[in-house]
């Protein structure tokens, strides 16, 4: 059934699935796709021009690691020349003052830089690459050319008691935006989950902390920090509705919902090489499956936080449940919430965590 939609603010073009890092908390999927899975130039540009004759306003250019595509230059001026705010979601790996120079000259507007851990050895050993004492020089890179930078890092058990000092990281790299992202369980981050769930004591610990940096860096640099929420009474609002505001296109061109869509087994989704993006955000079964109400069971039919939450994360949903459409058993009111208690109570002991694959 087609619920009303609103135009998307955002589109997510993850261009390739080839990184140079290994990342245990990686959210893309196990199965990544290859190289000669990847859309062309001009398919991209297609979808790109689509994107915004559908309304999308903002470009973010991701992967994998976009820098690994040759003709990145040659998208952000597509979009950029459509009118779109580009920003270009990177690890760093392989840019140089002169390629920066040139997707500047091209129209790129923001940068969002990957930081793993507060020092370089700690950084490495996630990253799976050295790769932190470079992500140093090429945020002073970005500021040099006066660009807005956005630090994102994903928080887990390995990196938790290194808080304080990755906010000083990203204050000394200049950072107008600071992303402390808790880990959301999907892809490899959900195969090394109990080696990732951060303990009560480290997350109680960093609340203090996250408090403290906020108030003192208001006029600085802004920060994000986005809960643990396994331990959480209620769920993150998850894109804050299903289908409501941003799409993502796969390599392959494969358009989904949300970036993590593919851990739903039931969801069919449809291809932009052969179906209209169009098409795809106002009329596909997939991204109207979990618009709206009318799919909420109880007790987020009746629930006053239904238009707060949203029924919380689909993709978590099924993941621990086997149901997409049932109540995020991370919500204190879902009557599976035992399930994430299980998982929260069970022995953790030290279990070794598995590196991403490197892409194809």
Known sequence: MEVAAEPPLGMLAELTH?????????????????????????????VITQARELG??????????????????????????????????????GLTEARLADLVDRGIAHIQLSVQAADAKRADLIAGTRA??????????????????????????ENHDQLAGIIDVAERMGADRLELANTQYYGWALRNRDALMPTPGQLAAAEPIVRAAAERLR??????????????PYPKPCMY?????????APDGNVLPCPAATAIKTLKLDNVLETSLADIWYKSSSFNAYRGEDWMQAPCRSCDRRGVD?????????????????????????????????IL???????????????R
């Not at 250019?61 to 998208?75: H, N």
């Not at 109570?345 to 892409?359: D, H, I, Y």
């Open 18 to 46: 080839r990184c140079p890092l290994h990342c245990p908390y990686c959210s893309n999927p196990l199965e990544l796709i290859a190289r000669d899975g990847e859309m062309s130039t001009e398919q991209w540009k297609s």
């Open 56 to 93: 999308v306003l903002q470009i973010h250019l991701s992967g994998g690691e976009p820098l690994a595509r040759p003709d990145l230059p040659e998208l952000v001026q597509h979009a950029s020349d459509l009118g779109c705010y580009v920003n270009l979601v990177t690890s760093g790996l």
């Open 132 to 157: 932190h004492d470079h992500k140093i020089v090429v945020a002073g890179m970005i500021k040099k050319a006066e660009l807005p930078l956005s630090v994102n890092v994903v928080l887990h058990k």
């Open 219 to 232: 006029e600085k640099m802004q920060i994000i920090y986005v809960v643990a929420d396994y331990y959480e």
């Open 241 to 249: 509705g299903w289908g409501a505001r941003q799409l993502t296109v």
């Open 310 to 342: 949203f029924g919380g994360c689909r993709c978590q949903a099924f993941l621990l449940t086997g149901d997409a459409a049932a109540t995020d058993p991370v919500c204190s009111r879902s009557p599976q919430r035992g399930l994430v208690d299980v």
């Open 345 to 359: 109570a069970a022995p953790k002991g030290n279990p070794e965590l598995v590196m991403r694959k490197a892409s």
